[in-house]
């Protein structure tokens, strides 16, 4: 057998892999965003709340809120109940915590490229803390997820540089070797900026797709 040919033999994946470490964003990548303006407006139809008044509300505490910098209960204090409703805030807890649903697929990738590739999985998302709490462990996230670096813990947010200069420094890894995975062109152009390569996130095959095409690919069971 000639060299060339033992050459050819070697899977793509073990001929031309060059990362160990991806950066992962959570809401719209592994799971639907936890609150975002369509779950205002189904809690606002749900609870018959005013729109406009509500979301006023939410936009001048949601960055703090998101940075850790305002608890939960003083979210719904400002937000919702600064009036006497005829709901309960465990309810309207719950009804916060059931809009988080999970894309399996997405889940069950980065599961598997973690399994047989021994990547290093970081997530740099921007949560607050009782919803990412509940999503971390509702959707087990922290079983695959090898460090969080989320808004709430580290008082920052995306688009902040500092986020990803912090995912670089807690994950060990060089720019060069990291894939971020991430649904917001913006953020993908600021971690791109400081050398780290992204994905654009818009569905499972094509996200795959270019997993694979960076040699990231799930090999199939034997």
């Given at each position: 057998?000639?060299?060339?040919?033992?050459?050819l033999?070697i899977?793509?994946a073990k001929r031309?892999?060059?990362i160990?470490?991806?950066?992962?964003d959570?809401?719209?990548v592994?799971?639907?965003?936890g609150w975002?303006h369509?779950?205002r407006?189904?809690?606002?139809k749900?609870?018959k709340?005013?729109?406009?008044e509500?979301?006023?509300?939410?936009?001048?505490t949601?960055?703090?809120?998101e940075?850790g910098?305002?608890?939960f209960?003083d979210?719904?204090?400002?937000?919702?109940?600064?009036?006497?409703?005829?709901f309960?805030r465990?309810?309207?807890r719950?009804?916060m915590?059931?809009?988080?649903k999970?894309?399996?697929?997405?889940?069950?990738?980065?599961r598997?490229?973690k399994?047989?590739q021994?990547l290093?999985?970081?997530v740099?998302?921007?949560?607050?803390?009782?919803?990412?709490?509940h999503r971390i462990r509702?959707?087990?996230?922290d079983?695959f997820?090898?460090?969080?670096?989320?808004?709430c813990?580290?008082?920052l947010?995306?688009?902040?540089a500092?986020m990803?200069?912090?995912?670089?420094?807690i994950s060990?890894?060089?720019?060069a070797?990291?894939v971020y995975?991430e649904?917001t062109?913006?953020?993908t152009?600021i971690a791109?900026?400081?050398?780290?390569r992204?994905?654009l996130h818009?569905?499972?095959k094509?996200?795959?797709?270019?997993?694979?095409a960076?040699?990231?690919?799930?090999e199939p069971?034997?």
């Amino acid at each position: 057998m000639t060299a060339e040919s033992q050459r050819l033999r070697i899977p793509l994946a073990k001929r031309t892999r060059e990362i160990f470490c991806l950066f992962v964003d959570v809401g719209g990548v592994l799971l639907t965003n936890g609150w975002d303006h369509h779950a205002r407006r189904r809690a606002v139809k749900h609870f018959k709340l005013e729109w406009a008044e509500m979301e006023e509300r939410h936009r001048l505490t949601f960055e703090i809120h998101e940075e850790g910098k305002l608890t939960f209960e003083d979210y719904l204090n400002l937000v919702v109940f600064y009036k006497k409703r005829l709901f309960t805030r465990a309810q309207f807890r719950r009804f916060m915590c059931a809009q988080s649903k999970p894309f399996p697929d997405m889940i069950d990738l980065l599961r598997q490229l973690k399994a047989q590739q021994g990547l290093k999985i970081i997530v740099v998302s921007n949560e607050s803390r009782e919803l990412n709490a509940h999503r971390i462990r509702t959707f087990r996230l922290d079983t695959f997820v090898d460090a969080f670096i989320s808004s709430c813990f580290v008082g920052l947010r995306k688009p902040d540089a500092n986020m990803f200069r912090l995912a670089l420094d807690i994950s060990q890894a060089p720019a060069a070797t990291i894939v971020y995975i991430e649904n917001t062109p913006m953020f993908t152009q600021i971690a791109e900026g400081m050398g780290i390569r992204s994905i654009l996130h818009t569905d499972y095959k094509s996200t795959s797709a270019q997993l694979a095409a960076l040699g990231l690919e799930i090999e199939p069971a034997k």
